[in-house]
């Protein structure tokens, strides 16, 4: 062994949770029951998609879902994965996810909690061995609560906990709590562990990257145009970079910094991206980092309140400075 010392207090997953659970003296232990869940979800979703092409698992289902997308066979298994490890966590009394067109009710009557999830976002860049990712939102349901429509129609104000797990080199998963702290774990296989890599992530206050997909330019409104040549125009002109996996686009923002954004344009006047399980979930935890996220009318991302659980919004994420330059251009346009 080197000089450095080995680091034998290792923080996994679960431990972290543990930790968090006696933090909340009224705590059940439900939502770390929930968790577990997750976390199994995103274990077995990562094993599926690293076979993927050695399984036949690449391409196509044939299908489309209820927003238009053609489905992958990923993006079904990714799909069955989570919903079958959510029913039998018992803790979930209802779950939306892009793959699904109603919101599904699960028979645990007494269970607490309304789940979110883009079972596999980035599908289009599955076969190109592109980084995808999983998204989730947890919302605390009143009791006795019935799964119904008004228990998921809210905003991201209210999610008690978001995050994503990306599956790039390492399966990476970013989680945060309502008013916490943003933690990043990443997967040991040899272990079969997340393991605390990122404690307290916190987003620089600016950057030079922008993450758009320029393609649609010709559809923006001018505010977005003026923005985007201001950034090529800038002194030191900003690096563009476009994974197309929002997943792995807000990853790199995450750690890097800069600006990701969707807007809505002609072509897609409410934006492409999903407002209970994209825009929100990243919302929360892009402010938990320090930095601010945004719909295409410059309001708050996280008080945006869904009027149907697949409804979509423009959205501009990032470092605070970087999101900032587009409000001020915005407000400037009046
Ligand atoms: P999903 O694969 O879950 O349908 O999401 C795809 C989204 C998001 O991941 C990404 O930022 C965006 O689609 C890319 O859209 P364009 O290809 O239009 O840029
Ligand atoms: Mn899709
Ligand atoms: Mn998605
Ligand atoms: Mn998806």
């Given at each position: 062994v080197?000089?450095?010392k080995?680091n034998t207090d290792?923080v996994?997953l679960?431990?972290f949770?543990?930790?968090e659970?006696?933090?909340?003296?009224?705590a059940t232990?439900?939502?770390?029951?929930?968790?577990?869940?997750?976390?199994f979800s995103?274990?077995?979703i990562a094993?599926?998609?690293?076979?993927a092409?050695?399984i036949?698992?690449?391409?196509?289902a044939g299908s489309?879902?209820v927003?238009?997308?053609?489905?992958?066979?990923?993006?079904?298994?990714g799909?069955?994965i989570?919903?079958?490890a959510?029913r039998?966590?018992?803790?979930?009394?209802?779950l939306?996810s892009?793959?699904?067109?109603?919101?599904?009710?699960f028979?645990?009557?007494?269970?607490?909690?309304?789940?979110?999830c883009?079972?596999?976002?980035?599908?289009?860049n599955?076969d190109?061995?592109?980084?995808v990712g999983?998204?989730?939102?947890?919302?605390?349901?009143?009791?006795?609560?019935k799964?119904?429509k008004?228990d998921?129609?809210?905003?991201?104000t209210?999610l008690v906990?978001?995050?994503?797990?990306m599956?790039?080199a390492?399966a990476q998963l970013v989680?945060t709590?309502?008013d916490?702290?943003?933690n990043?774990f990443?997967m040991?296989n040899?272990l079969?562990?997340f393991?605390?890599?990122?404690?307290?992530?916190?987003m620089?206050?600016?950057?030079g990257i922008?993450?758009v997909?320029?393609g649609?330019?010709?559809y923006?409104d001018?505010p977005?145009?003026?923005?985007?040549?201001?950034l090529?125009?800038a002194e030191k002109p900003?690096?563009?970079?476009?994974i197309?996996s929002?997943?792995?686009?807000?990853?790199?923002?995450?750690?890097?910094?800069?600006?990701f954004?969707y807007?809505?344009?002609k072509?897609?006047p409410k934006?492409?991206?999903?407002i209970?399980?994209?825009?929100?979930?990243?919302?929360m935890?892009f402010?938990n980092a320090?930095?601010?996220?945004?719909?295409?009318k410059m309001?708050?991302?996280?008080e945006?309140?869904p009027?149907q659980i697949?409804?979509?919004?423009g959205?501009?994420m990032?470092?605070?400075?970087e999101v900032?330059?587009v409000?001020?251009?915005?407000?400037?346009?009046g």
């Amino acid at each position: 062994v080197g000089s450095e010392k080995i680091n034998t207090d290792i923080v996994t997953l679960t431990r972290f949770l543990n930790e968090e659970q006696t933090k909340h003296k009224e705590a059940t232990g439900d939502f770390t029951l929930l968790c577990h869940a997750l976390q199994f979800s995103f274990k077995s979703i990562a094993y599926y998609i690293r076979r993927a092409s050695l399984i036949n698992l690449s391409g196509l289902a044939g299908s489309s879902n209820v927003t238009g997308d053609d489905q992958k066979k990923l993006d079904v298994i990714g799909n069955d994965i989570f919903i079958a490890a959510m029913r039998s966590s018992g803790r979930v009394r209802v779950l939306v996810s892009e793959e699904e067109e109603e919101a599904i009710v699960f028979d645990a009557k007494d269970a607490r909690y309304a789940v979110l999830c883009d079972p596999i976002d980035g599908s289009s860049n599955l076969d190109a061995g592109v980084s995808v990712g999983t998204i989730f939102g947890i919302f605390k349901l009143p009791e006795g609560a019935k799964g119904t429509k008004e228990d998921l129609l809210k905003p991201g104000t209210e999610l008690v906990s978001a995050g994503f797990t990306m599956y790039g080199a390492s399966a990476q998963l970013v989680l945060t709590m309502k008013d916490g702290p943003v933690n990043g774990f990443t997967m040991d296989n040899a272990l079969g562990e997340f393991i605390l890599t990122h404690p307290d992530m916190q987003m620089p206050k600016h950057r030079g990257i922008y993450s758009v997909n320029e393609g649609n330019s010709k559809y923006w409104d001018e505010p977005v145009k003026e923005w985007v040549e201001s950034l090529k125009q800038a002194e030191k002109p900003y690096s563009a970079r476009y994974i197309g996996s929002m997943v792995a686009d807000a990853y790199r923002t995450l750690l890097y910094g800069g600006i990701f954004a969707y807007p809505a344009d002609k072509k897609s006047p409410k934006g492409k991206l999903r407002i209970l399980y994209e825009c929100a979930p990243m919302a929360m935890v892009f402010e938990n980092a320090g930095g601010q996220a945004v719909n295409s009318k410059m309001a708050r991302m996280m008080e945006v309140i869904p009027e149907q659980i697949h409804d979509r919004s423009g959205i501009f994420m990032g470092s605070y400075d970087e999101v900032q330059k587009v409000i001020d251009i915005h407000k400037k346009h009046g």
